[in-house]
Each structure stands twice: as C-alpha cells, then as structure tokens.
C-alpha cells in the first residue's frame, strides 16, 4: 500500500480496541519526529498536567521498507 512516505507515525494504542491509530505518512525520519513534537507540543499546551516526555513514548515512527520484508 501507498502511504505517500517511509515513515509512518502511529499514536500507540490510540483506537477504540486498543490497536495503534496511524497518524501521518513522511519521507524522513526529522519531519516524522517534528510532526510527533507538534502533536505533544499541542496536548501539553491544552492539557493541564500533561507530562511531555511519558507523552512522546506514546508516538512512534516506523519504516515502511522494514515492514514489507
């Protein structure tokens, strides 16, 4: 399937049954991360006690080339 990048950036656990919610497609690893950044950076910001760094745990960016083999 064409995601329009390498990298996906999934929200872990983030569906109703609990599986990972894909968020975004990217050619590089450093837009994937801003991208992850942008995303705690607006919770944070209009959560009250949001903890950024267990927050960015909750992210993660795989290579699409790893998951095809």
């Not at 950044?37 to 790893?66: H, M, P, W, Y």
């Amino acid at each position: 399937m064409n995601y329009g990048g390498n990298y996906l950036v999934f929200w872990k656990k983030m569906k109703v049954d609990g599986t990972d919610a894909l968020m975004r497609a990217f050619d590089t690893t450093i837009e994937a991360k801003s991208y992850i950044q942008g995303c705690v950076d607006s919770v944070v910001t209009f959560t009250k006690g949001a903890n950024e760094s267990k927050l960015k745990k909750e992210f993660e960016i795989r290579d699409i080339n790893n998951e095809r083999k």
